[in-house]
């Protein structure tokens, strides 16, 4: 129809960017920029980063926090030195980005399940706290782009989920409504496939646009034949079209192929009780038998 067709019209998606994608290697500087399914470059960095977590925490048994702490540190350190974007990275620093975040994450981890939640003093003090983390990073993510102060993004954000893991306030107990809830499960397939949906959406205005001879300027953003009205509903038509793909995509690829490859993982070593940090087997023992026998996860 003489659409610009956005997957097919972008020359950096060549068959030697296809295959790094499905390599998992385009987060590892071999593109100037992300190529394909475009938020694919985080699955790469985090499949990487993980083949790192497992290996160093093989070779290091013991230490894992300073391990960890350590290659937050690299991470952080190859961002602020060779990448001119800082953290706002991806496809060529993607990795480092990644390893930054997750072993911060992994820290507040241990932290948290070493009865390290934080004291909050009741709910009412507990939800000032929470709304405070919600104002700070809404205030973070407004102001820090484009400045190196973004480079303190992770520590911002673990600082709030540790907050809101102790889950004492009114923020935390709504972002445990069933709703928000399955929006949560689905979220990494939402983010996976969302990029694709703006695009068929954005196609499909396009083409729609030229069977009754209107123009539609560059994406989806803009008004929809003129008229603003129709971009709300072309905006409630792509969330709802999100959220079905991202179901389909975690309950039939997501879903079943993770328990396929814990089949296998499990046939090649049997798994092993992970202690948290500070915390006796006996007592890990009683807490799971405990959840188990009031309803919790077994």
């Known amino acids: 129809m003489g659409a610009d067709i956005e997957i097919t019209s972008n020359s950096n998606n060549t068959p030697y960017s296809f295959f790094t994608n499905l390599l998992f290697l385009h987060s590892f500087g071999l593109h100037d920029t992300v190529t394909w399914n475009t938020p694919s470059w985080s699955i790469s960095a985090e499949f990487l980063t ?3 977590f497992g ?4 070779l290091a048994p013991w230490g894992r926090i300073s391990v960890a702490l350590g290659l937050a540190a690299v991470g952080a350190v190859d961002l602020l030195v060779f990448s001119e974007k800082n953290i706002d990275t991806s496809a060529q620093f993607g990795l480092f980005r990644c390893m930054y975040g997750f072993f911060i994450g992994y820290v507040i981890y241990r932290v948290a399940v070493a009865k390290g939640m934080p004291s909050l003093r009741g709910q009412r003090a507990a939800s000032v706290i929470e709304f405070a983390c919600v104002i700070a990073i809404a205030l973070f993510v407004a102001l820090a782009p484009g400045s190196r102060w973004q480079m303190l993004a992770p520590l911002v954000f673990a600082i709030a989920i540790w907050v809101s893991a102790a889950e004492q306030g009114i923020v935390s107990r709504l972002l445990k409504a069933p709703a928000i809830a399955i929006i949560g499960l689905l979220s990494y397939s ?7 949906i703006i695009a068929m959406v954005n196609n499909g205005d396009q083409i729609g646009a030229k069977l009754i001879s209107k123009n539609v300027v560059g994406s989806w953003e803009v008004d929809f034949f003129a008229n603003p009205w129709w971009m709300d509903a072309v905006v409630l038509v792509f969330i709802a079209a999100m959220i079905g793909a991202a179901w389909c995509t975690y309950n039939l690829i997501e879903v079943p192929w993770r328990r396929r490859f814990n089949r296998i993982a499990s046939e090649i070593s049997p798994k092993r009780e992970i202690v948290p940090l500070g915390v006796s087997l006996d007592e890990l023992r009683t807490e799971l038998e405990s959840s188990a026998l009031f309803g919790g996860p077994p």
């Open 50 to 52: 993980n083949l790192m």
């Open 55 to 58: 290996i160093s925490f093989l």
């Open 190 to 196: 939402i983010y996976l496939t969302h990029q694709i």
